[in-house]
């Protein structure tokens, strides 16, 4: 069983950044951040895998960045930009196979860390 715990989320103002991070109890082929606000579903926005091969989902492009630590196993997301309809839960999740940017390929999911852009 894969632990992940996120941590680096907080409140700022639109335009602003945050870093996001993730540790992981151990190595899986892909990672990814995932996020829900309230009453809507989890979506994905970005993911990596073992080789560094990167998927951004497009309201993530050219504002945030995701990378991983192999030797740490951690997980990072910059996110740079921010915007009110940023706000959300933020999930890190864990697939041992695919790495597509949906939530059926992530097989684990750490409990989340609020983001709160204000205007």
């Known amino acids: 069983q894969v632990q992940l715990v996120e941590s680096g989320g907080g409140s700022v103002q639109a335009g602003g950044s945050l870093r996001l991070s993730c540790a992981a109890s151990?190595?899986?082929?892909?990672l990814g951040w995932f996020r829900q606000a309230p009453g809507k579903e989890r979506e994905a926005v970005a993911s990596?895998?073992?080789?560094?091969?990167?998927r951004y989902a497009d309201s993530a492009k050219d504002r945030f960045t995701i990378s991983r630590d192999m030797a740490k196993n951690t997980l990072s997301l910059e996110m740079n930009g921010l915007k009110p309809e940023d706000t959300a839960m933020y999930y890190c999740?864990?697939?041992?196979?695919?790495?597509?940017?949906?939530?059926?390929?992530?097989?684990?999911w750490g409990q989340g860390t609020q983001v709160t852009v204000s205007s």
């Open positions: 999740a864990a697939s041992t196979g695919y790495c597509y940017l949906d939530r059926d390929s992530f097989n684990y």
């Open positions: 990596i895998d073992r080789i560094g091969i990167t």
């Open positions: 151990e190595y899986t082929y892909c």
